[in-house]
C-alpha cells in the first residue's frame, strides 16, 4: 500500500453558518491530496495531460462522521492499494493533524481516458511502473 | 416516491481545462436540487434552521457516466422514497434537459440533528407529516 | 443603457460562519448575471468562443455595504452603458428582491482577445452592432 | 511597510476551459494569504472572532495583467503600510514563484466590526499593537 498525507488549513470560505465545514469542500481536498501523492510517487498530472491522457473521476463516495471546523489543520491521507490495469481506486480518510479520530472517510475512482481517441485506455505502461514501483 | 427536477445553466467557472463541468459541482447541484425539493414540500430549510434542527449529510456517493458541459442546462432530479424516521435518503439524476442519457446518478443521506443538545434526533413530527402527505 | 436583473437564491454552501454571503460569491454573482444579459441581447458567450474570442475579465471592483444571507432572494443587475470599442465595461447594483436598499456595487472590465493569435482584439462588428442596437 | 508572501499550487478545479485560472479564485487567494500573514504578525483571526470582532471585507479590487496555468506555483505578496485605526488596506501582487512578471495586482479593505454590537468599530488596541509592532 502507498500512503500519502496532505495537510490542508480550513479556509473561512469553506465554513457554513453552523461553523462546519461545508460537505462539498472535502471533495476538494480528496483531489489535491492525490494529484501531491501522484506527484510525490513521480507522477505529474500536468505531464500526462500534456501527453493527451486524462485521469476523470468515475465515482466518488463519502462518510462524514464528525464535523471539521475554521481555522482546524487537517490531514488527509491517500492510499493506493494495487498498481492500476485500467482504474486508480483510492481510500481516503479525514483527520485533524495528530489525533486518532476521523472525521471523514471516502473512496475515489480514477480511469484513464485517451482524449484524442475519446475514450478510456489501460493503465499507460509508465505509469504502471512507477505504481508497482511504489507499492513494492 | 416524491420527484423533484431542478434546472441548472453550467456556468464558466464550474468547466475544468476539458471544457467538462468539474466533478465536485454535481455535490453542489444535489443541494441546490433538494433544497427546491424541501421547499416545493413545503419545508423551508432556513425554518427548520432556526427551529434549532440542521440536515448535516452523513454519506455521499456519486457515479460520473457522461461529462457536462459549458452553458449545458442540466436537469437534476431527486427522488424521495421513504417519509423520514431518523434519516432521509436521496436519490439523484442527472441529465441534459430534455434528453434521456444519463450524466450522472448520485444518493445522499441526510440526518436530523438538534444544534442546542448537539445530537442526531428522529424526524420531527412536522417534517414526518410532510412527507407522509407528498409520498401518499 | 441597457440594463438587465438576474435573480439568485442564495444558497447554504455560499454562507460564512457569520451566516452572511462569503464575499468571493458575489464576483460569481456579477458572471452569472452578464452571460445571462448577453444571452438576452442576442449574444451567447459559447458561440463567441466557438469563435476563438473570448472576453477575459480585465479588472474587477466591489463595494460590500450590508450584508446578505441564507436564502434571500437577490436581485442582480447589470448595467451596459456604451457600444463596446476594445472594452465591455459593466456596472453592477445588488439588492434583496423587491428592496431598495444597496447590498453591494460592483464594477468590471472585459476584453475581446483572439485565442489562436493571443492577443487583445477590437469589439467583432456583430458585438458592436448588437451593443448598438439594444443600447438605442 | 510589513509584506507576506503566501506560495499556492494552482488546482485543477481553479482552472476554466482556456486552462486559465478563474479570475474569482485570486479573491481566495487574497483572503489566504493575509489570513496567514495576520497569523505570522502574531494575530490569530480565530482568536479575534471569538472574543466576538470580526474583519468584513468592504471593499476589492483586483487588475489582471497575465493568465496562471494549471499546476503553476503562485507567490502572492500581501503588504500592509499602516496601523489600523478603522481601516486596514492590503495591497496585493502575483506571481509565478521565483518570477518578476506580474499577473495580477490586488486591493482590499478590510474592518472591525463587533457582532454583538452590531456595527463597526476601531481598531481594537491589541490589534494595533501587533501592527506597530512589525510596521516598525
Same mark, same amino acid.
Given at each position: 500500500?502507498?500512503?500519502?498525507?496532505?495537510?490542508?488549513?480550513?479556509?473561512y470560505?469553506?465554513?457554513?453558518?453552523?461553523?462546519?465545514?461545508?460537505?462539498?469542500?472535502?471533495?476538494?481536498?480528496?483531489?489535491?491530496?492525490?494529484?501531491?501523492?501522484?506527484?510525490?510517487?513521480?507522477?505529474?498530472?500536468?505531464t500526462?495531460?500534456?501527453?493527451?491522457?486524462?485521469?476523470?473521476?468515475?465515482?466518488?463516495a463519502?462518510r462524514?462522521?464528525?464535523?471539521?471546523?475554521?481555522?482546524?489543520?487537517?490531514?488527509?491521507t491517500?492510499? +493506493?492499494?494495487? %498498481?492500476?490495469?485500467?482504474?486508480? =481506486?483510492?481510500?481516503?480518510? &479525514?483527520r #485533524?493533524?495528530? $489525533?486518532?479520530? /476521523?472525521?471523514?472517510?471516502?473512496h475515489?475512482?480514477?480511469?484513464? +481516458?485517451?482524449? %484524442?481517441?475519446?475514450?478510456?485506455? =489501460?493503465?499507460?505502461?509508465? &505509469?504502471? #511502473?512507477?505504481? $508497482?514501483?511504489? /507499492?513494492r
Amino acid at each position: 500500500m502507498y500512503t500519502y498525507t496532505y495537510r490542508h488549513r480550513v479556509r473561512y470560505r469553506e465554513c457554513d453558518p453552523m461553523s462546519y465545514v461545508y460537505h462539498t469542500h472535502y471533495v476538494d481536498y480528496f483531489e489535491v491530496t492525490r494529484t501531491e501523492a501522484l506527484r510525490e510517487m513521480g507522477l505529474a498530472y500536468k505531464t500526462l495531460e500534456e501527453n493527451g491522457i486524462i485521469m476523470p473521476v468515475i465515482d466518488l463516495a463519502v462518510r462524514y462522521k464528525r464535523p471539521a471546523h475554521y481555522d482546524d489543520l487537517l490531514a488527509i491521507t491517500a492510499s +493506493f492499494t494495487e %498498481a492500476p490495469r485500467t482504474r486508480v =481506486p483510492i481510500d481516503y480518510e &479525514v483527520r #485533524r493533524d495528530g $489525533e486518532e479520530t /476521523l472525521l471523514a472517510t471516502g473512496h475515489v475512482t480514477l480511469c484513464f +481516458f485517451n482524449v %484524442a481517441r475519446g475514450r478510456p485506455i =489501460p493503465a499507460p505502461d509508465a &505509469v504502471r #511502473r512507477i505504481f $508497482e514501483r511504489v /507499492l513494492r
